[in-house]
């Protein structure tokens, strides 16, 4: 009996802080796995004026991720526009921060959705005396009365389908005034019937990624929790960059989830080994004398920087060791990871730009 009492309490307790977290920051769920990168998927035809857009993303489950299908909703109230949630890093893991309605569209990860979410505002559409208008360039409407067309072009943003924001491979964007003056504006939370359409899709054992290996079968709807008939759109590939968890995900409801992902080594030392370049043949033999010395020295200037990068993380390592601390380890360890990762997208762009001031010095070279 006293046992009972006490698994009631506690889990009463989980339930408090969970709506606390909900309520007060959007804030519904933390893992230390990274989401899977967005699926590719057209868009299903609109059904009517006064539906906004909702692109779909990976939500979390008992069986590990799985996927929310982009859908058209009906807005609460005119006015109001969609702020899609995203998942973020933060403290040693990744939290989802819930999509909500309010008057401006404000800070969303910088993730581009698609569709009009290019990862800063909407540009789908805009409302004018109580009428929703349709960009037609983003949007796939056809039996709507409002359209107009303007092209979207995303700027500075490379669209590769990553789903969070900060951490290793997340995207680097941070809210702009204008997003941060929209946060403290008014918020409606998801409507019923999204509620509705979470629901249904984490019950829909196709939906996860452990199943359909990031790409659904059900990757958007015409209306919400309607995942059956003509308006389903399947996805039509998983994402370039998807890497499938290398370690499946737990295969009963509140079993922990081991999943991982490949992704660039945590420290220097943990890299494959890598050769020393050679030069494609110019066949000059000073040009590839030349050039070979070029490849060496940068190769030996990189290798130096790998060590010193690998003396400094094993030195924190040690200090970590002298003052053992588990709740820290994490947290070091993705910094390690963010670390190595960034020395080597470095020595990639440094090893580009040597190539291509080569193959420059091939097409002139010098009299």
Request: with cysteine; proline share 9%; hydrophobic share 35%.
């Amino acid at each position: 009996m006293r046992i009972i009492l006490v698994r009631s309490l506690l889990l009463a307790v989980i339930m408090m802080l969970t709506l606390v977290a909900k309520s007060s920051a959007g804030i519904i769920f933390s893992v230390v796995i990274a989401p899977p990168p967005l699926p590719v998927y057209e868009q299903p035809l609109c059904p009517g004026d006064g539906y906004i857009w909702t692109p779909g993303y990976w939500a979390y489950g008992d069986f590990g991720y799985f996927w929310v299908p982009g859908t058209w909703v009906l807005v609460p109230e005119p006015g109001l526009l969609w702020t899609p949630g995203y998942w973020g890093w933060g403290d040693g893991v990744y939290i989802f921060r819930e999509g909500y309605w309010g008057p401006h569209v404000g800070f969303y990860g910088g993730i581009v959705y698609g569709f009009g979410y290019e990862g800063f505002g909407y540009e789908g559409g805009y409302w004018n005396r109580g009428a929703f208008f349709y960009n037609r360039s983003v949007n796939n409407v056809r039996n709507v009365t409002n359209v107009y067309s303007k092209t979207v072009i995303v700027n500075n943003i490379t669209v590769n389908n990553v789903s969070y924001n900060g951490g290793v491979g997340g995207v680097s964007a941070r809210p702009t005034p204008a997003q941060e003056a929209a946060q403290r504006d008014r918020h409606f939370p998801p409507t019923p019937v999204q509620a509705r359409h979470i629901q249904a899709a984490s019950t829909n054992r196709r939906l996860y990624e452990s199943v359909n290996h990031g790409k659904p079968p059900i990757a958007a709807t015409v209306k919400p929790a309607e995942f059956r008939g003509h308006g389903v759109v399947a996805a039509k590939a998983a994402a370039k960059a998807y890497m499938p968890p290398t370690v499946r995900p737990a295969t009963r409801p509140g079993a922990i989830n081991t999943a991982s992902r490949p992704a660039v080594p945590v420290h220097p030392n943990d890299r494959p080994a890598t050769a020393r370049p050679s030069i494609s043949s110019t066949g000059s033999p000073k040009l590839d004398k030349r050039y070979q010395q070029e490849q060496d020295k940068l190769f030996a200037r990189q290798e130096q920087q790998h060590q010193r990068l690998q003396q400094k993380q094993a030195q924190e390592h040690q200090r970590m060791q002298a003052r053992p601390d588990e709740r820290r380890r994490p947290q070091v360890e993705q910094r390690h990871q963010q670390q190595t990762q960034q020395l080597e997208q470095r020595h990639a762009q440094e090893q580009q730009k040597l190539q291509d001031r080569q193959q420059q010095g091939n097409r002139n070279p010098r009299r």
